[in-house]
């Protein structure tokens, strides 16, 4: 049964993209059939970060309107066979995105696939209702931040209200995952930590992605940070993340990247 | 202690978490509410123009929280189209010749013509 999941924020700039490559990725390397889509109509990034941008050649909006067939649009990953990405338009604005289009392209995703999951633009604007509209499960992803935490609170509301699921009658599968989390700031008092912040928002914690270099070596080489240093904190805290979406009961670490005193002093490399 | 307290940062987080605290309670109950009056107001409108003409600006919904009880207040204008002193909303109006676009139209009129022995123009439920 295909799972669609929105990967959503309200916020700009807190790792939305970032964890659907991530998260991506580490559901495909368990053997599951994996489908990106980016709803960042005008604005789209997730074909830069999995290093496709130069494979585009038809793109969501396309397909919406007749004028490329799905697996045209489609670019299967070359590190991966079972993740594919299905990408924004860049030209087009997001008012060329019908819902009776997204409703078809959905469906035939779910058709294909075991996980469709749909990059949500910032904001709470067409673009982020219509990437949330068919979702079954969402992840809602949350800096340690005031402003990050707010838009969240506002993004969950949407959930209940403005999804297919929401106006059946039913719940979207709500998840919080917790990025650029520093443990050392927030031991001292300087950033809120994990019990703040699944107190005020009060939606399930699906894991903590600690702040680290390593996300952004992976995204400057257009990778997944799963692909790209599976070993490194961020890399095993997202495929801890996607073991818990496959219904594993893991319990939630935050994982660290230890180093040496040598490594300390020495191991500083450019990102 | 003071030099102690020099150095030491103070502690932002908890600040950052009672801010938040305060304001999501108060968006949360904002939004929730108004959401559900709108509602409300569509649904018991489709209701009434079911059996009265009715216009849209002819309903006000409040609702007022109280510490034991809340109440739902719903006023509702109906249009008295025999009295000549009262203000016809357009959509009452009998029409001599009824837009063909609307197929329900017939109904309304019908509807219109019952109206017409009704005593009380104004119905209120507390």
Redesign the interface.
């Known amino acids: 049964m295909a799972k669609v999941m929105v990967v959503t924020s309200g916020k700009g700039g807190v790792g939305k993209t970032t964890s659907t490559a991530a998260l991506g990725a580490a559901l495909a390397t368990t053997g599951k059939n994996v489908v990106l889509v980016d709803f960042d109509v005008g604005l789209r990034n997730l074909d830069l970060v999995m290093g496709a941008e130069r494979r585009v050649v038809y793109d969501l909006i396309n397909v919406v309107q007749g004028d490329a067939k799905l697996v045209q649009a489609l670019i299967r990953d070359k590190r991966l066979p079972s993740l594919h990405l299905l990408p924004a338009s860049q030209t087009r604005d997001k008012d060329a995105l019908t819902d009776e289009g997204v409703e078809k392209v959905i469906g035939e995703l779910k058709e294909k696939f075991d996980w469709v999951i749909c990059d949500s633009p910032a904001g709470i604007e067409r673009g982020a209702t219509l990437a949330m509209r068919h979702a079954d499960v969402a992840i809602v992803v949350t800096n340690p931040?005031?402003s990050s935490?707010?838009d969240s609170?506002?993004i969950i509301?949407l959930l209940d209200?403005k999804t297919e699921k929401a106006e059946k009658g039913e719940r979207v599968q709500k998840h919080l995952l917790l990025t650029r989390f520093d443990a050392a700031r927030?031991g001292?008092?300087?950033?809120?930590?994990v019990d703040?912040v699944l107190e005020?928002l009060s939606i399930p914690l699906l894991g903590i992605i600690p702040e680290s270099t390593e996300v952004l070596r992976a995204s400057n080489l257009g990778s997944p940070v799963t692909l790209n240093n599976p070993t490194s904190a961020p890399a095993r805290a997202y495929f801890d993340a996607a073991k818990r979406l496959n219904g594993e009961a893991l319990e939630v670490k935050i994982p660290s990247d230890r180093r040496s005193l040598f490594g300390k002093l020495f191991g500083r490399r450019a990102a | 202690m003071k030099l102690m307290d020099f150095f030491k940062r103070p502690r932002t987080a908890p600040v950052a978490r009672e801010r938040l605290q305060i304001l999501l309670a108060h968006e949360r109950a904002v939004s929730g509410k108004s959401d559900l009056i709108a509602i409300l107001q569509e649904e018991i409108m489709a209701v009434i123009a079911k059996h009265f003409p009715i216009d849209q600006d002819g309903i006000t919904v409040k609702m007022e929280r109280g510490e034991v009880v809340s109440t739902l207040e719903v006023e509702v204008e109906i249009p008295t189209p025999m009295c000549p002193t009262f203000p016809l909303p357009k959509k009452a109006v009998p029409a001599e010749a009824p837009p063909v676009a609307e197929p329900a139209c017939e109904a309304e009129s019908c509807c219109c013509e019952e109206a017409v022995e009704e005593d009380q123009p104004r119905a209120a439920a507390g």
Do not use: F
């Not at chain 1, 001292?188 to 930590?193: D, K, P, W, Y």
């Open positions: 931040e005031v935490v707010r609170d506002r509301g209200s927030a001292r008092g300087e950033m809120l930590n703040d005020i």
